[in-house]
């Protein structure tokens, strides 16, 4: 099955700083996700994205699927922005089944 | 839009009974449902794939007889761990999808269930 890897596994940040988060796949996908899972365990979608460009506030992500990696940028961090990011992928050949990376944790400190 | 919900966000039982677990697309008619399973500090992985009307189709390793998944109507999935034992003790969080919703293959996930099982 595909394989996705995430990277770094661990993140800490002071507030205020930026921040890129690196996801690895290793075969052409039409599905790729972005979450943010909260200490209460909810996933959060920050994108859809299996290609090209997106912004949504502070967020940003950009996936280069020729390359099979995407990236997930973090500006101007809260405290808020703690958790734990998810990327996961899927391919319609695989009935959209999502295979998630190993998250990357981040904490972000006041 | 796009909100998933499942009841309940938490329970408790003794090991031998069973547990069912409800996943609810509340603002969508929900084509495919998946379930996951998520140890602590660790990422999730998929159980099963759920189409309305259909039987599920579960993923290498997981037990069928044990967890029951039933896809009865567009906005309702169920998941019932039967016969629990500790090692059953989890997160367990469904997603929900539907080609007219969103992005076509966008999956919209739940709240989450957690399991404890003594």
């Known amino acids: 099955g595909i394989q996705v890897e995430q990277s770094p596994p661990d993140l800490i940040l002071q507030e205020g700083a930026n921040s890129t988060l690196r996801c690895n796949f290793s075969?052409?996908?039409?599905?790729l996700q972005w979450f943010h899972q909260n200490p209460w365990g909810q996933l959060i979608n920050l994108f859809y994205?299996?290609?090209g460009t997106k912004q949504n506030g502070r967020l940003s992500a950009t996936t280069v699927a020729t390359e099979r990696y995407s990236l997930l940028y973090i500006s101007s961090s809260q405290t808020t922005d703690s958790g734990v990011y998810f990327c996961?992928?899927?391919?319609?050949?695989?009935?959209?089944?999502?295979?998630f990376g190993g998250g990357t944790r981040v904490l972000v400190k006041p | 839009g796009a909100v998933v919900s499942q009841h309940p966000s938490w329970v408790i039982c003794k090991s031998g009974t069973s547990v069912k677990i409800e996943c609810r697309s509340l603002d969508f008619q929900a084509t495919t449902m998946f379930w996951y399973r998520q140890f602590p500090k660790k990422s999730l992985m998929l159980m099963a794939t759920s189409n309305e009307g259909s039987k599920a189709t579960y993923e290498q390793g997981v037990e069928k007889d044990k967890f029951l998944i039933n896809h009865a109507s567009l906005t309702l999935s169920t998941l019932t761990v039967t016969s629990a034992h500790p090692e059953d003790s989890s997160f367990y969080i469904c997603?929900?999808?539907?080609?007219?919703?969103?992005?076509?293959?966008?999956?919209?996930f739940g709240p989450g269930t957690r399991l404890t099982v003594t």
């Open positions: 994205i299996p290609s």
């Open positions: 996961a992928v899927a391919r319609k050949a695989a009935g959209n089944k999502l295979t």
């Open positions: 075969d052409s996908v039409n599905n």
């Open positions: 997603s929900a999808s539907s080609p007219g919703q969103g992005s076509y293959y966008e999956q919209y």
